[in-house]
């Protein structure tokens, strides 16, 4: 008796073989794919992509699309290093440029004020003209630092340094004395967090002299330091004129100063080198203020 391959149970045994094969070479094609595409996105990685698939399919239109995209992304970055290049040339120039010539305005103002021949009003425009200079060399100095830090001249390098060192170079109980403000600093542990000295003094002293430049006299700043699991917090309080709750969140933009203070000397880029300086050595500041009662100003500096 011969065997019926059309049988019913050899039709569903055949449908299943058919459909296992069917799977497996699915499979097969599936992972040739992700392994191409696999290799594609490790070239991209390393820089060495390049078309190989000249065709109609899928594979050959995905990789078209990756290369035009490597390509205009290559573009941008060239402009963008082009565009720092530049913003570097600039700065060097303008650094170059004024600097002779702001000196000079300050030596002859200083003469004048010297001179004994001149009168109280020609002594008085005298100062106003060296007021004024330093007025300009500040701001001079403030735009180069900015543009130097932005445009990566100046980079701030991090590393394991002690907290008590940091606070101690805060020398400004003689400028506080003169506005008649106190100042004054708690105890400081002895702690090590991760940052770099130099950049991370000149963010608390900028914190620092804006709690000075804001606070009547009669008040107080005051510096306290507390420790943490993963940082190491410096607190710069102060009793100042304060400021409106939805205007902490601005005044660490650049150029940005508040209505309160227009009367007061500045051009809005303290705060915004502190933010920048802090981020980029993995820390960060947060302020609580309101009108009327100070502000604190707390400073984050990572541990390792």
Do not use: C
């Not at 008085?124 to 100095?141: C, P, S």
């Not at 804001?214 to 943490?228: F, L, N, Q, R, W």
């Not at 607190?235 to 150029?255: H, N, V």
Request: aromatic share 8%; glycine share 8%; hydrophobic share 40%.
């Amino acid at each position: 008796m011969g065997i019926n391959i059309f049988g019913e149970e050899n039709l569903l045994l055949w449908a299943v073989i058919i459909l296992l094969g069917a799977l497996g070479i699915l499979y097969y094609r599936v992972q040739r794919e992700w392994r191409y595409i696999d290799r594609m996105i490790d070239a991209a990685k390393d820089g060495s992509f390049s078309e190989t698939e000249f065709n109609e399919g899928k594979l050959s239109h995905l990789e078209s699309k990756m290369y035009q995209y490597l390509a205009a992304g290559g573009l941008s970055r060239q402009q963008l290093e082009e565009e720092r290049e530049k913003i570097k040339t600039l700065v060097s120039d303008i650094s170059h440029q004024t600097k002779t010539p702001i000196a000079n305005m300050l030596l002859y103002t200083q003469l004048l004020e010297e001179n004994k021949s001149l009168d109280e009003n020609a002594r008085n425009i005298a100062a106003q003209i060296e007021g004024q200079t330093n007025k300009l060399n500040f701001l001079i100095q403030s735009l180069i630092k900015t543009s130097r830090l932005e445009s990566g001249m100046i980079s701030v390098a991090p590393g394991n340094n002690r907290v008590d060192e940091l606070i101690s170079k805060l020398d400004y109980a003689g400028a506080a004395a003169q506005n008649g403000i106190s100042f004054s600093v708690g105890e400081v542990p002895r702690l090590t967090a991760f940052f770099d000295m130099k950049w991370t003094l000149e963010a608390l002293e900028n914190i620092v002299d804006n709690a000075l430049k804001y606070t009547p006299p009669g008040g107080s700043v005051e510096i306290g330091v507390k420790d943490y699991e993963m940082f190491v917090r410096i607190d710069i309080k102060d009793t100042g004129i304060g400021m409106k709750e939805e205007e902490t969140a601005k005044i660490f933009s650049r150029f940005y100063r508040s209505p309160a203070v227009s009367g007061k000397e500045g051009v809005g880029i303290g705060l915004y080198l502190v933010r920048e300086i802090l981020s980029r050595e993995g820390g960060y500041v947060k302020v609580a203020s309101r009108p009327g009662e100070g502000s604190v100003f707390s400073v984050f500096l990572a541990k390792q």
